[in-house]
């Protein structure tokens, strides 16, 4: 079994890539860890695993390239179907296990239920790696319905949801709300950087991101 996070979001395009470059930053001092994108779509556009190397300044041994890269930018289900190809979670999940000397962070498509072949979701492979789960989530309005309903999905799976992180203007009553309503904790609040930079983000991750340090353990 791996160790490490499973890094989701309520919708793509919300911050997981930006925010697990902020674990590296946060946690690389304390232990060996390695960031893994096991399925990317419309990779002409978006290489996710390149952007993570950017931001967090990452050696190349802190990044895992195996996985299933796809061209079109469609849900990996239909991006595979068009390349003539079939996500096997079997596959990903022994792409898992070649790197059990690090704490993995595992960066997903989309969010929980992006379908990735003709019966499995990402929360099939969320499951099947059984990895504790940081959901990504906007900090502005409709956040608090698309939060709750993620962490619905994934207790309903019996998955550990590891925290929550928002991302965008400060918005204290959402970030209440989702705690409240979600019984979770909030473990950072990333705002909109600009520029968004290595040396910002790090500044951030380091005085900013689970400064409890409630994640220290999933690495171990
Ligand atoms: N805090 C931030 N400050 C500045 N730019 C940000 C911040 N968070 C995200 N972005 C930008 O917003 C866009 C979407 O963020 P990101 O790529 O992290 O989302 P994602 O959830 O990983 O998307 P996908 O589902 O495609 O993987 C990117 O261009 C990213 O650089
Ligand atoms: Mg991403």
Not at 21 to 34: C, G, N
Not at 129 to 145: K, M, Q, Y
Not at 174 to 198: F, K, M, Q, S
């Amino acid at each position: 079994m791996p160790r490490g996070l499973f890094v989701t979001g309520t919708d793509t395009g919300v911050g997981k890539t930006v925010v697990s470059a902020a674990l590296l930053h946060r946690y690389r001092h304390q232990a060996r860890l390695r960031y893994w994108k096991p399925v990317q779509t419309g990779i002409e556009e978006d290489d996710d695993t390149a952007a993570v190397a950017a931001l967090a300044a990452c050696a190349p041994g802190e990044i895992v390239r195996e996985g299933v890269r796809l061209p079109r930018p469609l849900s990996p289900h239909a991006a595979a179907a068009l390349a003539g190809v079939t996500i096997e979670t079997t596959a990903l999940l022994a792409a898992a296990a070649r790197h059990a000397d690090a704490g993995l962070v595992i960066e997903g498509a989309g969010g929980v239920l992006v379908p990735l072949n003709g019966t499995d979701t990402m929360a099939t492979l969320m499951t099947r790696l059984g990895l504790p789960v940081l959901v990504v989530a906007r900090s502005s309005l409709g956040t608090i319905n698309h939060t709750l309903l993620t962490l619905d999905a994934l207790r309903a799976r019996q998955l550990a949801v590891a925290g929550v992180v928002m991302v965008g203007a400060r918005n204290e009553s959402n970030r209440a709300a989702i705690e409240h309503y979600g019984g979770t904790t909030v473990l950072g609040e990333l705002p909109w950087l600009d520029p968004l930079t290595p040396a910002a983000l790090e500044v951030w991750a380091t005085s900013r991101l689970d400064p409890g340090g409630l994640l220290g353990s999933v690495w171990a």
